[in-house]
């Protein structure tokens, strides 16, 4: 082959992969709702899911008649024309803290140390250090490898406040309550166009823990939330940014009647939903997804290097 022609592939493979990465989206919004069990989403397959739990309950957990009354016009439109799965599981145990570290810092609980509930600090040495002497975030490796990259995060349950670096970021503010915590993420979005935010909301997990999982008031609240991303979605757009942003809904843990941490379906099916226009296989995501995959998601769309200790997979499937 001649030199002009080895030069002309090679410009159009450079072309190629510039436009690939082009496609990427530049501003990546996660929103973590609070004790959100993928049970609770329409389109869920509850009756498939109530008979999977019947030999852990001797009745159903979830009350089918109260499951059609839980109106999510938002995460309906996000996950018909987004990428979705309600059957993403969280890590052991299925509690709070253990699990935002994980969905944040691409590797479960025996690798980055949180183990409990409120962890404040790793029970278990972390396996590795970042320079600011926690276990590897999304937040640090992005302010690392972009120091100039706008980077929020918005949280109600101040316990979110231990599990990230704070000289990594931004923002950092912690909301009394979902509203303000909407209204905070919102005017962010507008004002600033951060490149990645996470932003908390607690009140579903608030009901679960004081009424119940599967009643009547917990659909009530979901269908609340349900609002409050919706005002967030409406932020991305009046910001200018809705073309270069990937939007990704997802949780915690579930639970079972006022509590959860424990090995139930109900406690670890969590839902996970990606909306944006990088999205090009739209619909249920079959591929087996864990927690800490968010994270390395995020990574791979921000082009940043992972560390080694991270075990999470990129769901490149839904972008390609």
């Known amino acids: 082959m001649k030199k002009s022609h080895l030069l002309t592939l090679f410009l159009l493979l450079c072309t190629i992969y510039t436009q690939a990465q082009n496609k990427k989206p530049k501003h990546i919004i996660l929103i973590g709702v609070d004790g959100l069990g993928a049970y609770s989403i329409p389109g869920s397959k509850l009756r498939a899911i109530n008979k999977q739990l019947s030999s852990d309950t001797s009745t159903n957990f979830v009350d089918e008649k109260y499951h059609t009354k839980a109106k999510v016009p938002t995460l309906e439109k996000l996950m018909k024309d987004g990428a979705y799965s309600l059957t993403t599981r969280s890590v052991l145990p299925s509690s709070s803290a253990v699990n935002w570290a994980s969905m944040t810092m691409g590797a479960g609980p025996e690798i980055h140390g949180y183990t409990e509930w409120g962890s404040k600090k790793p029970e278990l040495p972390s396996r590795t250090l970042d320079r600011y002497g926690m276990f590897p975030s999304i937040f640090s490796l992005l302010k690392d490898q972009k120091p100039d990259a706008e ?37 962010y979005i507008i004002n600033k166009k951060p490149n990645l935010l996470f932003i908390h909301l607690h009140d579903v997990d608030h009901i679960g823990h004081s009424i119940g999982h599967g009643t009547p008031e917990y659909y009530k609240s979901v269908s609340q939330t349900d609002a409050y991303i919706g005002q967030i979605v409406q932020a991305v757009q009046k910001a200018g940014i809705a073309d270069e942003t990937l939007i990704i809904v997802s949780a915690d843990h579930g639970g079972i009647n006022k509590g959860h941490g424990g090995k139930t379906m109900q406690e670890m099916n969590i839902p996970w ?5 990088s999205i090009k296989k739209k619909g249920e995501i079959t591929e087996s997804m864990m927690t800490y995959d968010t994270a390395a998601t995020i990574a791979w769309l921000l082009n940043l290097k992972t560390p080694q200790a991270w075990i999470g997979r990129p769901v490149k499937q839904i972008f390609e």
Do not use: R
Request: contains cysteine; aromatic residues 12%; charged residues 20%.
């Open 151 to 187: 980077i929020g995060v918005v949280y109600e349950w101040d316990g979110i406040g231990y599990l990230f670096p704070k000289k990594a970021v931004s923002l950092d503010a912690n909301c009394e309550g979902d509203s303000a915590t909407a209204l905070t993420a919102s005017n």
């Open 273 to 277: 939903i990606a909306y944006g226009k």
